[in-house]
Structure formats: structure tokens, C-alpha cells
């Protein structure tokens, strides 16, 4: 399996643009998670689908920020319209199930907004 | 409020000796417990967990120790090799499911040859 893919692996954009990540999870998995990984903070959950369904969004930080999963291979995390403070390392990872303790990352996307 | 933290953002250790890197929780509810592991350019990746009903698990030279009362695990590396050198993260769920797993914000290991 070639594990968690994500696109783009790096993305720089001005501010006020539009910005999309993509992901595709290891094939089987039914649980879908976006972090973003910043030196302050480390590792934040934004989001996570179980079965395409988005479940707890409660760590996404601003309605600009939104989560799609149209179906089981794909997922997208749009930021509209970006900041210089969205600017970290965002990272994609699927677990086989929600009760799975164990997920797998894919290679994260670095995204700089100026 | 970090339920899950990693004080030490950095450490160094020599070739061949014990590398320990140290993490504290604060809910009580957490159950299980996770170590990853991550290289520059690549994400996270799983290295050793442990559950709450123990208190050691050991898997080569990777050893992960659980003091529930202190609400503090370790990981120990012995002997440390230069390839080790990442940045390791800690990690706590609660016995519902990994979906509610919280992330420490890492520890920078440098393992020097």
C-alpha cells in the first residue's frame, strides 16, 4: 500500500487567497484525520471523518477553514481566505476504525501564506 | 490548556547511552498511550504505545514506562543510535478510541556519532 498521500507537498500563497489540501487515505481505513502541526502548539487535531461523515470539527479554528469527504478515497481541508498565522505543516492521517489507537500520517503539506 | 506536554523541546545524548524523553497528562480519563516518531520531510510515525493496565512495555531497544498516580510515561532508547534523531511525540486516548487522541508537542532528539 503507498500509505497516506497528500497534495501538495508544500504551497505557498498570499494572503486572502484561496488554499486547498488534499489527502487520500490508506485504502480500508474509515477514519480520516486533519492536524496542523505548528512550533507552539505541536500537533492539533482540526478535524475527523468516520465513514465520510465529519464527526467532531470542534478543533477547526475559524469559519474559514472547511472539511470535505465526498467518498471514501478523498478528502479536502480549504482555507478561504488564507492568513500569514494559517502558515504550519498540515497533516492528513487515517486510522482503520475510530476505536483505532494507531493512525498513519501521510507526509504533511507545508504551506506558507504571505 | 495542553492536556498532554513534552517540557523538554530538545535533548542530546551521545552515541550508545540511554536517550530519555519524558511526558505528563493531566485528565485522568486517558487510557492509552502512544510514542511517534517523526523525521524532517515525513509525518508522524507510530513507534510503541502501552496501556493503562500496564505499567512497562518494551519492543528492541524502544522501552515506554506508564506512573499512572504521577500521570508521567517515558521513553527510554537504549542504546541511542544516530539514526534516532527526531522529533518524538507523545500521545494519550481515552478507552473510547484514538479519535479523541490528544498529541504532546514533541521533544527534538539529537543522538550525536
Known amino acids: 500500500d503507498a500509505g497516506v498521500i497528500q497534495s501538495p507537498r508544500h504551497e505557498v500563497t498570499e494572503m486572502g487567497q484561496e488554499v486547498t489540501l488534499r489527502c487520500k487515505p490508506i485504502?480500508?481505513?474509515?477514519?480520516l484525520f486533519w492536524y496542523r502541526q505548528t512550533m507552539m502548539r505541536g500537533l492539533e487535531l482540526l478535524i475527523y471523518?468516520?465513514?465520510?461523515?465529519?464527526?467532531?470539527d470542534s478543533g477547526m479554528p475559524e469559519d474559514r477553514f472547511s472539511a470535505k469527504m465526498p467518498n471514501a478515497s478523498f478528502s479536502t481541508l480549504k482555507i478561504q481566505p488564507s492568513e500569514p498565522r494559517d502558515s504550519a505543516v498540515y497533516f492528513c492521517?487515517?486510522?482503520?476504525?475510530?476505536?483505532?489507537?494507531?493512525?498513519?500520517f501521510g507526509p504533511g503539506t507545508r504551506l506558507t501564506v504571505t | 490548556d495542553q492536556q498532554v506536554k513534552q517540557n523538554s523541546p530538545s535533548l542530546s545524548v551521545q552515541e550508545g547511552r540511554i536517550s530519555i524523553l519524558n511526558c505528563d497528562y493531566t485528565?485522568?480519563?486517558?487510557?492509552?498511550f502512544l510514542w511517534y516518531k517523526k523525521y524532517p520531510a515525513e509525518g508522524p510515525t507510530f513507534l510503541i504505545s502501552?496501556?493503562?493496565?500496564?505499567d512497562k512495555n518494551e519492543d528492541g531497544r524502544f522501552t515506554v514506562f506508564l506512573n499512572k498516580s504521577a500521570k508521567h510515561l517515558s521513553l527510554h532508547i537504549v542504546p541511542s543510535q544516530p539514526g534516532d534523531s527526531a522529533v518524538y511525540f507523545c500521545a494519550a486516548s481515552p478507552n473510547t478510541g484514538g479519535f479523541k487522541t490528544i498529541f504532546g508537542a514533541g521533544t527534538r532528539l539529537f543522538v550525536k556519532a
Open positions: 471523518f468516520n465513514n465520510n461523515v465529519p464527526i467532531d
Open positions: 492521517a487515517s486510522s482503520l476504525e475510530e476505536t483505532s489507537y494507531e493512525q498513519y
Open positions: 502501552i496501556s493503562s493496565i500496564k
Open positions: 485528565n485522568s480519563m486517558f487510557d492509552y
Open positions: 485504502s480500508g481505513h474509515n477514519s
